[in-house]
């Protein structure tokens, strides 16, 4: 259901402002694109960006970002213009490329471009934390009792290391485990703190604490393909939900 209710929120969307190119991608009127989302209980949280080059694309002339917050039900709540703080971590020869967006249960919004640094700002757009990255980043995991963790590939072991976001001290917090498996782009953490990601067409899980993997579905059986699962949710009944 609650998939179902994003779906037709972000094809609403595309009657208003934004028209929706694919399910990764999306297009302002003032040609600022989405390619990241967030959902859950409160809404939809879209994360635009405008880069504007020079024509031999050595120069970054302007860029724009924002946080655009929908209703469930597709109506925009508000925009949150983050442009000041992003902004300030591209140089005029680089830009800065948003990769994932996700808000904690008291209403803080954390992006990361995967590889320098993790951001947070209330909702108002007031940044409250800004944490250096050294690892190539995958993302972020919301665990059921809210804590965010950011996901990176360990320079040397070359595995998914997982650690929790602490806001309030602005730094990441001890490494909570990691797997020896390379994540593609679905993956989230179910209430044992146990990782559901996608292995190929595979859906399993790994503990954290133990690195213990099970399989627990083939995509394929489902007519599945694991390119089109945009986001993965584990309820506490067990039931999967994806979109």
């Known amino acids: 259901k609650q998939a179902k209710n994003v779906l037709m929120s972000l094809k609403k969307l595309s009657l208003d402002n934004y028209s929706v190119t694919d399910l990764n991608c999306f297009s302002s009127k003032e040609d600022g694109q989405i390619f990241n989302l967030y959902a859950d209980e409160s809404g939809i949280y879209l994360m635009s960006q405008r880069i504007q080059w020079n024509l031999e694309?050595?120069?970054?002339?302007?860029?724009?970002?924002?946080?655009?917050?929908?209703e469930l039900n597709g109506t925009v709540k508000k925009e949150v213009?983050?442009?000041?703080?992003?902004?300030?971590?591209?140089?005029?020869?680089e830009a800065v490329y948003v990769s994932d967006i996700?808000?904690?249960?008291?209403?803080?919004?954390?992006?990361?471009?995967?590889?320098?640094?993790?951001?947070?700002?209330?909702?108002?757009?007031?940044?409250?934390?800004d944490i250096n990255?050294?690892?190539?980043?995958?993302?972020?995991?919301?665990?059921?009792?809210?804590?965010?963790?950011?996901?990176y590939t360990g320079t040397l072991t070359q595995k998914q290391c997982f650690v929790?976001?602490?806001?309030?001290?602005?730094?990441?917090?001890?490494?909570?485990?990691e797997l020896s498996s390379f994540m593609?782009?679905?993956y989230c953490i179910d209430a044992s703190e146990s990782v559901w990601l996608s292995e190929e067409n595979t859906l399993v899980t790994y503990n954290l604490k133990t690195n213990e993997k099970k399989k627990?579905?083939?995509?394929?059986?489902?007519?599945?393909?694991?390119?089109?699962?945009?986001?993965?949710?584990?309820?506490?009944?067990g039931t999967i939900v994806i979109c």
């Not at 929790?164 to 485990?177: H, R, S, V, Y």
Request: glycine residues 8%.
């Open 164 to 177: 929790p976001i602490n806001i309030k001290e602005d730094k990441l917090g001890k490494k909570a485990g």
């Open 102 to 129: 996700v808000c904690d249960n008291e209403g803080n919004i954390c992006v990361t471009d995967n590889a320098t640094f993790v951001m947070a700002f209330d909702s108002e757009g007031k940044k409250i934390a």
């Open 81 to 93: 213009d983050v442009t000041e703080a992003i902004g300030d971590k591209g140089t005029e020869e």
């Open 216 to 237: 627990v579905l083939d995509w394929l059986d489902y007519d599945i393909t694991v390119e089109s699962v945009r986001m993965l949710k584990v309820m506490q009944d």
């Open 133 to 151: 990255c050294d690892n190539w980043g995958n993302g972020f995991l919301k665990a059921d009792n809210g804590t965010i963790y950011y996901s």
């Open 57 to 70: 694309r050595t120069k970054v002339l302007d860029a724009n970002y924002k946080v655009i917050v929908c």
């Open 184 to 186: 593609t782009f679905n």
